[in-house]
């Protein structure tokens, strides 16, 4: 889960493995699977860069846990 910001200025949490993509109209548009749709004043770049921060950090957690199990 990441971190944007709404036009508004409020804060919003959103699950990146929902995307289902991502438009710049020139605000970021982002798309659900189910068909949601909400506009953030984040740029695409940003975006990204946050999602792959939060991929790394799940998976980086995860490589620790299997390592731990292995030493057991």
Do not use: C, H
């Not at 506009?39 to 490589?63: H, M, N």
């Amino acid at each position: 889960m990441i971190n944007l910001t709404r036009l508004n200025g409020q804060t919003i949490v959103i699950n990146v493995d929902l995307i289902k993509y991502v438009d710049s109209t020139p605000d970021t548009k982002i798309t659900f699977i189910n068909g949601d749709v909400i506009i953030v004043k984040e740029k695409i770049p940003e975006l990204v860069a946050r999602t792959i921060a939060y991929k790394r950090a799940i998976f980086s957690g995860l490589e620790k846990l299997i390592i731990s199990e292995d030493k057991k």
